[in-house]
Nanobody, 124 residues
């Protein structure tokens, strides 16, 4: 049974930091591109960041570039999202996803498995 379990969300003040984790089980983790997406209330799910199967390539949405960093540890079957300089507009539920596309993708339809999400709220 495939499971992606996110953790690390919470309430943070503007300018603060959080580190999200996503632990995978039931898949050959190192053979999957991984991505992070987010969805705010009343909005479509949007791409945040993706990383290739080996971690050597990553890319970001323009809105988060320079503030958020995706990384992975294949020995631990875990992908991370380091979030710095957070803004109120970063408030959303954050989802990790696994894709058989080895470099990941900006398109949700290219992902085969999804986690349940973790809430990030940026507010003073």
């Amino acid at each position: 049974q495939v499971q992606l379990v996110e953790s690390g969300g919470g309430l943070v003040q503007p300018g603060g930091s959080l580190r999200l984790s996503c632990a995978a089980s039931g898949i050959g983790f190192s053979s999957y591109g991984m991505g992070w997406f987010r969805q705010a209330p009343g909005k479509e799910r949007e791409f945040v960041a993706a990383i290739s199967w080996g971690g050597g390539s990553s890319y970001y949405a323009d809105s988060v570039k320079g503030r958020l960093t995706i990384s992975r540890d294949n020995a631990k079957n875990t992908v991370y999202l380091q979030m710095n300089s957070l803004k109120p507009e970063d408030t959303a539920a954050y989802y990790c996803a696994a894709s058989r596309v080895l470099y990941g993708s900006r398109r949700p339809a290219d992902y085969n498995f999804w986690g349940q999400g973790t809430q990030v709220t940026v507010s003073s």
